[in-house]
T-cell receptor, first 112, second 116 residues
Framework: DAKTTQPTSMDCAEGRAANLPCNHSTISGNEYVYWYRQIHSQGPQYIIHGLKNNETNEMASLIITEDRKSSTLILPHATLRDTAVYYCIVRGPYNQGGKLIFGQGTELSVKP | KAGVTQTPRYLIKTRGQQVTLSCSPISGHRSVSWYQQTPGQGLQFLFEYFSETQRNKGNFPGRFSGRQFSNSRSEMNVSTLELGDSALYLC???????????????FGSGTQLSVL
């Protein structure tokens, strides 16, 4: 079973920041938080990951709370092309086994 | 680098038949995972291979099997197809072994299987 809880859907106005929350209250100390997104009819695309610290890359920012029980993915200036299903996943180090389990994700609709 | 390549892109089969799907990972990637995606169940993990060994397996019946070759290419096979096997089958590769513990999965576009 997925270890994360996300809202089913969200709307965002084009050009505004999209803030996608994720709850992972049972996360273990060595588990990473990953975000992927899936645009219709395509395979999921890696966005960002983090362990304890906040992270930023060219696509997004990831804010992880101090207790690590929740996180927020931020798309700073959402465009229509960001309309997709966003998945938040937690998983331990790859060399400790464990499966990458996708939940139902958040369907983000970016509107003009 | 070329991305993850899955063939064929579309496939139509009838109940009772078997099917083999192919996945070529990104060059240098040794881990290949397979997922089934349906509208009702979402993305479900099938299995993962690393250096020709199955390392993880999801909760699917034995009709679903896979293998990985020495060049990291992978195939999955579904025998005795059922209508419920109609789905998008996705393959992902990753470059595990960096020692950093995290991994990025790179997904292919999938094979859309329709069972009639």
């Amino acid at each position: 079973d997925a270890k994360t809880t996300q809202p089913t859907s969200m709307d965002c106005a084009e050009g505004r920041a999209a803030n996608l929350p994720c709850n992972h209250s049972t996360i273990s100390g060595n588990e990473y938080v990953y975000w992927y997104r899936q645009i219709h009819s395509q395979g999921p695309q890696y966005i960002i990951h983090g362990l304890k610290n906040n992270e930023t890359n060219e696509m997004a920012s990831l804010i992880i709370t101090e207790d690590r029980k929740s996180s927020t993915l931020i798309l700073p200036h959402a465009t229509l092309r960001d309309t997709a299903v966003y998945y938040c996943i937690v998983r331990g180090p790859y060399n400790q086994g464990g499966k990458l389990i996708f939940g139902q994700g958040t369907e983000l609709s970016v509107k003009p | 680098k070329a991305g993850v390549t899955q063939t064929p892109r579309y496939l139509i089969k009838t109940r009772g038949q078997q099917v083999t799907l192919s996945c070529s990972p990104i060059s240098g990637h040794r881990s290949v995972s397979w997922y089934q995606q349906t509208p009702g169940q979402g993305l479900q993990f099938l299995f993962e291979y690393f250096s020709e060994t199955q390392r993880n397996k999801g909760n699917f019946p034995g009709r679903f099997s896979g293998r990985q070759f020495s060049n990291s290419r992978s195939e999955m096979n579904v025998s005795t197809l059922e209508l419920g096997d109609s789905a998008l089958y996705l393959c992902a590769s990753s470059s595990q072994g960096s020692g950093q513990g995290f991994e990025k999965l790179f997904f292919g576009s999938g094979t859309q299987l329709s069972v009639l």
